[in-house]
């Protein structure tokens, strides 16, 4: 049962490279979520789906786009990455909404930007 | 204010003994609760979802105290095998925005 699917797990990106990290599910899940995690502090959130057709901005959505491609995939692109955004990326789902519901998590994308 | 405060530790635990730890939350409006468990280098998971009559799962127990908003998490007869962080997690603007603590690290010694 693979859960949630991110890829890549590892990569280095140069200033100003651009790049997608890409998310599927297999829960039948209507909620998908991208979070980063960078050292000392918590998980922050950088968009959101609440269901397929809808994305919405999280709390650090700057420099970022989504899109919800179906159902199952939700990707990630940076167009033009910076230093700052040196992070572990994860994206989760949830079957709808986070208010009670459990989130399941991906296991991780280590970003660096050089 | 944060948002959800935890202290870091790290919260150094004898093999057997009883580890306990609280988080705060800032929003008195919060209405779920949930403790993560995440693995170095690995992606969080539930551990349990925190409810208003406190709950037990095994060797773990969960407070919330809504009048001084804070959630506990309560482990016995720790393992080894508990090493890890516990994030602190609170829905908070309401659904499909949650707040992450930054995380409780507990190191169980032999």
């Known amino acids: 049962n693979a859960g949630v699917t991110q890829t890549p797990k590892f990569q280095v990106l140069k200033t100003g490279q651009s790049m997608t990290l890409q998310c599927a599910q297999d829960?039948?899940?209507?909620?998908m979520y991208w979070y980063r995690q960078d050292p000392g502090m918590g998980l922050r959130l950088i968009y959101y789906s609440a269901s397929e057709g809808t994305t919405d901005k999280g709390e650090v959505p700057n420099g970022y786009n989504v899109s919800r491609l179906n159902k199952r995939e939700f990707s990630l692109r940076l167009e033009s990455a910076a230093p700052s955004q040196t992070s572990v990326y994860f994206c989760?789902?949830?079957?709808?909404?986070?208010?009670?519901?459990?989130?399941?998590f991906g296991e991780g994308s280590w970003l660096t930007v050089v | 204010r944060k948002e959800v405060e935890q202290d870091p530790g790290p919260f150094n635990v004898p093999e057997g003994a009883t580890v306990a730890f609280n988080c705060t939350y800032s929003n008195s409006a919060s209405q779920s609760f949930f403790w993560y468990r995440q693995d170095c280098r690995k992606e969080p998971k539930l551990l349990m979802s925190?409810?208003?009559s406190g709950n037990e799962d095994g060797r773990f127990t969960a407070q919330l105290n809504r009048a001084s908003q804070y959630i506990s998490l309560l482990i016995r007869d720790s393992k080894l095998s508990d090493s890890a962080t516990y994030l602190c997690?609170?829905?908070?603007?309401?659904?499909?925005?949650?707040?992450f603590g930054k995380g409780n690290q507990v190191v169980v010694i032999p």
């Open positions: 829960m039948n899940h209507n909620s």
């Open positions: 925190v409810y208003s």
């Open positions: 989760a789902s949830s079957e709808s909404g986070t208010g009670g519901n459990t989130i399941y």
């Open positions: 997690v609170v829905n908070y603007y309401g659904n499909n925005r949650l707040a």
